[in-house]
């Protein structure tokens, strides 16, 4: 079983559209992460949360809100996005937000906004 | 400011020679980690290497190297023996220790295809 989980791993919602990503980590980790990776971009942070406390947001717009329920689940609420925020959105978990230690990917959403 | 550059948007590589990708960093920040991930086609980012600012010696993961010069500020993979499952995306990244957020900065990546 791979250690960070997304879902789903495709999506297509219109710019009026409400609709959440998920992700989940078996890793026990404290730290997870969002990333936005554009075409011919390189990856993009949004948002940071440690231990379930959002401790960064990289001037992300306001129609991405992240919830962090627990240490092992976040998820990534999207409302009227443009067709700009189409983008491969990755998931990542780590043991600690401080240290040297890696982040561990998931496999991403492919989200298409029409 | 810190960034990230890989000069090199795409490198062919014969089966079982070698492959260097080019990794530039610049940072203030007089403590970071060095970091390299694979990325196939199917989209995950698997962490390959790290390198901290202040190893003494350069990383080495099986096939993989991290060829660190601090003073030229560069970080370059070196794969061993290319495998056709090597074909992929490679990203270069960096994060700084002073910060403590976890925020690591990609390069714009190097895809990598390996020839049979």
């Known amino acids: 079983e791979t250690g960070v989980t997304q879902t789903p791993r495709h999506l297509v919602m219109g710019m009026t559209n409400k609709k959440s990503l998920k992700c989940e980590q078996h890793?026990?980790?404290?730290?997870m992460y969002w990333y936005k990776q554009s075409a011919k971009k390189p990856l993009e942070l949004m948002f940071v949360?440690?231990?379930?406390?959002?401790?960064e947001n990289n001037s992300v717009p306001s129609r991405f809100s992240p919830e962090c329920p627990n240490s092992s689940h976040l998820f990534l609420h999207l409302h009227t996005l443009q067709p700009e925020d189409s983008a491969l959105y990755l998931c990542a978990s780590s043991q600690d937000r401080t240290g040297v230690y890696e982040q561990y990917f998931g496999p991403g959403t492919r989200l298409t906004v029409t | 400011a810190q960034k990230i550059t890989q000069t090199q948007p795409g490198m062919f590589v014969q089966e079982k020679e070698a492959v260097t990708l080019d990794c530039t960093y610049d940072?203030?920040?007089?403590?970071?980690?060095l970091f390299w991930y694979k990325q196939p086609s199917s989209g995950e980012m698997i962490f390959l290497i790290y390198q901290g600012s202040y190893d003494q010696q350069n990383a080495t993961e099986g096939r993989y190297s991290l060829n660190f010069q601090k003073a030229r500020k560069s970080a370059n993979l070196v794969i061993s023996a290319s495998q056709l499952g090597d074909s992929a995306m490679y990203f270069c990244?960096?994060?700084?220790?002073?910060?403590?957020?976890?925020?690591?900065?990609f390069g714009q990546g190097t895809t990598l295809q390996v020839k049979p």
């Open positions: 990244a960096m994060r700084g220790f002073t910060s403590n957020t976890g925020k690591l900065i």
């Open positions: 949360y440690s231990l379930e406390e959002r401790v």
């Open positions: 890793l026990g980790h404290n730290a």
């Open positions: 940072t203030s920040d007089p403590s970071y980690g």
